[in-house]
């Protein structure tokens, strides 16, 4: 069964500019989280969606980050215009949905974003 | 806010015991989660402690003490390929919905010398 996978792997841009990265999940999985972590700081949560809605976006910096999941499956992370302080590593999250008890969540490698 | 603190480094040798600590300060727990993180890889889990107590799967033990707001994840005859970041991560959400986002602790960078 194929993990989740991220695209780019690696992206480097220059401030002012547009990246969309992108998510796909494992198979069958509606829940799907992003998150980030920016140098020497931890991981942190961005949203969560649940099937194609925003179950959570309460950790999204600010309204140059738009994501959407258009159909459920995969998921896309715009950010525009990109700033400097949005340097860091992007993950991506997807578990199943259980009622009651935790499943733990599968991440991708991440995507790389530099912005000059 | 939500606290969740480890050791930012440690280092140990091959078929040693090491034992990273986490401590956490949060509003409202419902399961500590421990992930294991080789560099440019995916994290990927270790153990999900939500009672007090021991659980272990093989080389790795990871125990939790609610009371205490405490988790420490137990690495067994270390090997070389055990170097990597351990992350503590906590749900804090409704264990009823659909999914919860995890609150992390900095990592816990672990080298092992031969």
């Known amino acids: 069964e194929a993990g989740v996978t991220q695209f780019p792997s690696h992206s480097v841009i220059e401030k002012g500019q547009t990246v969309t990265l992108r998510c796909d999940p494992i198979?069958?999985?509606?829940?799907l989280y992003w998150y980030r972590r920016v140098m020497g700081k931890e991981i942190k949560f961005l949203l969560h969606f649940v099937k194609e809605s925003k179950q959570d976006e309460s950790g999204m910096p600010n309204n140059r980050f738009l994501a959407e999941r258009t159909g459920g499956t995969y998921s896309t992370l715009k950010v525009q215009p990109a700033e400097l302080e949005d340097s860091g590593v992007y993950f991506c999250a997807s578990s199943p949905i259980r009622r009651g008890g935790q499943d733990e969540q599968f991440f991708g490698p991440g995507t790389r974003l530099t912005v000059l | 806010g939500q606290n969740i603190d480890q050791p930012t480094e440690m280092t140990a040798t091959e078929g040693a015991i090491v034992q990273i600590n986490c401590t956490y300060q949060t509003s409202g727990f419902n399961g500590l989660f421990w992930y294991q993180q080789h560099a440019g890889e995916a994290p990927t889990f270790l153990s999900y402690?939500?009672?007090?107590g021991l659980e272990e799967k093989g080389r790795f033990s990871s125990f939790l003490s609610r009371s205490k707001g405490y988790s420490y994840l137990l690495l067994k005859e270390l090997q070389m390929k055990d170097s990597a970041s351990y992350l503590c991560a906590v749900i804090l959400g409704n264990i009823k919905a659909a999914g919860n986002k995890l609150t992390f602790g900095g990592g816990t960078r672990v080298l092992v010398k031969p």
């Open positions: 402690n939500v009672l007090d």
């Open positions: 198979s069958g999985h509606d829940n």
